[in-house]
T-cell receptor, first 108, second 116 residues
């Protein structure tokens, strides 16, 4: 099983809609979880950390499901600027490992 | 958030030459820095982990003699691609972490390497 699995997409979503995607992880010992976004030909940028109780930052809501070993990201009222690849890196032996990410296209 | 810089942002070189990429943490001391490589439409692949003052730990399949990493200070790590070949052309990204494994990694803007 891959360490991080995400639906690669692309998710084509009209502007203003709500979109959600998950990320499953194989290491049950993972303690810290994050969502990053990466724009085309740019470096990843931290979007938000994911806390056990779930957390919200504006239009973005992150959830953690330890029992099923996945984290989720919900984006409300999507904007054109939300178009990016969303990454959920996982810890392995003190290192952060990335999957391919989920591509999101917000359509005008 | 914390700032990490990389230099140069892009480099074009001839096959057989060596290229050095610098990664600096500008407003914090990075005990650990990571080097990633990303080919087009692929995921970021971790190449190596470097801790200040010690030898880098390379991921399986990454040649340590080809990709030389030096982490001489808490704010600077360098990656040298020795005898670069066209297949080394890629997007090289460093990241830095201040302390514990649970802390956030901050990424540099990346370096685009094109080997002719």
């Amino acid at each position: 099983r891959k360490e991080v699995e995400q639906d690669p997409g692309p998710f084509n979503v009209p502007e203003g809609a709500t979109v959600a995607f998950n990320c499953t992880y194989s290491n049950s010992a993972s303690q810290s979880f994050f969502w990053y976004r990466q724009d085309c030909r740019k470096e990843p940028k931290l979007l938000m950390s994911v806390y056990s109780s779930g957390n919200e930052d504006g239009r973005f809501t992150a959830q953690l499901n330890r029992a099923s070993q996945y984290i989720s990201l919900l984006i409300r009222d999507s904007k054109l600027s939300d178009s990016a690849t969303y990454l959920c890196p996982m810890n392995r032996d003190d290192k952060i490992i990335f999957g391919k990410g989920t591509r999101l296209h917000i359509l005008p | 958030g914390a700032v990490v810089s990389q230099h140069p942002s892009r480099v074009i070189c001839k096959s057989g030459t060596s290229v050095k990429i610098e990664c600096r943490s500008l407003d914090f001391q990075a005990t650990t820095m990571f080097w990633y490589r990303q080919f087009p439409k692929q995921s970021l692949m971790l190449m190596a982990t470097s801790n200040e003052g010690s030898k880098a730990t390379y991921e399986q399949g990454v040649e340590k003699d080809k990709f030389l990493i030096n982490h001489a200070s808490l704010t600077l790590s360098t990656l040298t691609v020795t005898s670069a070949h066209p297949e080394d052309s890629s997007f090289y990204i460093c990241s830095a972490r201040e302390g514990l494994a649970q802390e956030t990694q901050y990424f540099g803007p990346g370096t685009r390497l094109l080997v002719l």
